[in-house]
């Protein structure tokens, strides 16, 4: 048994309590958006890759309002992982080190807002592309029925499905964002 005090004793429970919740909330939201993005990417790259040169449409604003809010997505989770690391300044050994509640708020606040910036271009493109979607289908009549008048829509629906995702990468940060404002403060 070594005589060095333990650094989890020299810290008062609420600290202790913030840097679990930093550290859990950290990693879940960094590794759901980091492979909701990486789907999103894959989806858009194919979608835009290989079906856009076969249909020949376009998606317009939509496809761009998507990859804005990925690209958000990307920093986002750099921020949500940048949680962990202070979940580990939380922790040290030196109260020099630590973060004080402001700054870490201050953290959660612009992950918090960052998030709600790529929902928010996320759902532009969502609107934009149901819009061209809802277009599409009023000028073609009911694509359900003829298989040939689904190719047009294939692109569009792909592109929907990873804007759904990145709407909910951004969501699920939003949340974690939320419960960890609620831990800082109790």
């Known amino acids: 048994m070594s005589n060095s005090p333990d650094s989890s004793s020299s810290l008062s429970p609420a600290v202790e309590q913030v840097a679990k919740a930093l550290r859990l909330g950290g990693w879940i939201c960094f590794w759901v ?3 909701l993005g990486i789907v999103s990417s894959m989806i858009f790259l194919f979608a835009v890759g290989i079906l856009g040169q076969k249909t020949g449409t376009g998606t317009g604003g939509g496809l761009f309002f998507a990859v804005c809010g990925l690209a958000v997505l990307g920093f986002s989770a750099f921020l949500s992982f940048r949680y962990t690391r202070l979940a580990r300044q939380l922790r040290s050994d030196k ?3 630590r973060p004080s509640r402001g700054d870490t708020t201050k953290q959660v606040k612009r992950t ?3 998030n709600l910036v790529g929902i928010t271009l996320a759902l532009l493109g969502a609107e934009a592309i149901g819009g061209i979607l809802l277009g599409k289908s009023l000028v ?4 359900m029925f003829n298989p040939t ?3 047009k829509f294939t692109l569009d629906i792909f592109i929907v499905l990873g804007n759904t995702h990145i709407i909910v990468a951004h969501f699920i940060g939003i ?3 939320l419960f960890l404002l609620d831990r800082l403060y109790k």
Do not use: H, N, W
């Open 112 to 114: 918090l807002i960052t």
């Open 95 to 97: 109260p020099s080190l």
């Open 175 to 177: 949340v974690v964002g």
């Open 33 to 35: 958006q980091l492979v």
């Open 149 to 151: 008048e689904l190719e």
């Open 140 to 143: 073609s009549g009911s694509f």
